[in-house]
């Protein structure tokens, strides 16, 4: 009988209800957090974030009910966090020539944007890989 109750809560946390999160839903959960955050913090102020960090917040609370729900929330978040991500930085590297012309400069203005672009194409490829059944 002990055997089989560490089997049943092997995977949850503290003999809850509740199971640890895997791989792309902490994955979703951070974009999600950062987008958040850009969208609040006073230095950034970039409020078009907000809706996408939580359509990433929502798909990980959607994944338990409707498992291609909370695959659909989650690819739209990353695939749009993929596409500020890419215009962030490609709209850096068009204006930074006329700026200056020293690269650690550039990755020193820049590291939030390819911060959030890496982390958008990671959250991207795990949500493309992941793709339930329906």
């Not at 338990?64 to 709209?91: C, E, T």
């Amino acid at each position: 009988m002990g055997a089989e109750t560490r089997q049943e809560g092997k995977g949850r946390v503290g003999g809850s209800g509740f199971s640890r999160p895997a791989f792309p839903e902490a994955l979703a959960g951070v974009l999600a957090a950062l987008n958040l955050i850009l969208a609040a913090s006073p230095q950034f102020e970039i409020y078009y974030l907000a809706p996408i960090g939580v359509m990433g917040a929502s798909s990980i609370f959607a994944k338990h009910r409707k498992p291609f729900l909370g695959w659909a929330l989650s690819f739209g978040a990353a695939l749009l966090s993929l596409s500020v991500g890419a215009a962030a930085v490609a709209s850096s590297v068009a204006i930074y020539p006329t700026l200056r012309s020293d690269a650690f400069s550039f990755l020193e203005a820049n590291i939030v944007h390819l911060a959030y672009l890496a982390l958008s194409v990671a959250a991207f490829l795990v949500s493309v890989k992941r793709k339930p059944a329906s």
